[in-house]
């Protein structure tokens, strides 16, 4: 059973998603997790130290993608 999905997709210049990506990186090496904040509500997941990564590169004609996840 799912507790939580939390979906985000916005549009940003190159620079600014390298920043987001380094904000993430951040709080997971010192907080050992993330704090997001939805409607109002602080929501704050905790991430053991023991993580799978996975990491799925697809460069096509028109465009390409990177995908990065990470799970436990």
Known sequence: MEILEIEEKQ?????????????????????????????GKRIEVRVPDRVELELEVEVEDDGGSIEIEVSW
């Open 11 to 39: 549009q940003l210049k190159r620079e600014a998603a390298a920043a987001r990506l380094r904000e993430i990186a951040d709080a997971l090496e010192r907080h050992n997790g993330l704090t997001l904040e939805r409607n």
